[in-house]
């Protein structure tokens, strides 16, 4: 019997996925440096190249099993930082101007739906440079 998906569900299914091929080996790890590629080779700066700092250190963090994430999430920041890296979108990332715009879409969109889970994030990330500032004196 075939299964409809709603997008919550199939985000979730794709956080499980990327679980189940293992967060810090393989497929969290090639999106994760596949994405910094990306950014390094581009001659120019992302407007929003924040957004997609902030989400690679989020799944980073997840992947090293130092933040936790729910299924959702990181099917969220997987297809998020895929979509930026994937050749062709909906509008080709080589047109100058507008190349971006899907993009940036994509991203304001998955920082909507992550809202919560990227303000733990930030709350995590000073409470752990306050601990490291503490152990360094």
């Known amino acids: 019997m075939k299964k ?4 919550n569900e ?3 299914f794709l956080g499980r996925l990327a679980n189940k091929w293992g967060t810090g080996h393989q497929s969290v790890s ?3 440096d596949k994405t ?8 120019y700066k992302l407007p929003f190249i924040d957004k997609v700092t902030e989400l690679l250190e989020m799944l980073s963090e997840y992947s090293k099993g130092n933040f936790k994430l729910n ?3 990181v099917g969220w920041i997987v297809a998020t930082l895929a979509y930026l890296i994937l050749p062709t979108d909906l509008i080709p990332d080589f047109l100058p101007g507008v190349g971006f715009t899907d993009d940036a ?3 304001i969109l998955a920082f909507r739906q992550l ?6 994030f930030r709350k995590w990330k000073e409470l752990e440079s306050e601990t490291i500032d503490i152990e360094a004196e």
């Open 4 to 7: 409809d998906f709603n997008d």
């Open 10 to 12: 199939l985000l979730a």
């Open 30 to 32: 090639k999106i994760l």
């Open 36 to 43: 910094r590629n990306f950014i390094e080779t581009k001659d």
């Open 71 to 73: 299924d959702a999430a």
């Open 105 to 107: 879409a994509a991203f």
């Open 115 to 120: 809202s919560q889970e990227l303000e733990h």
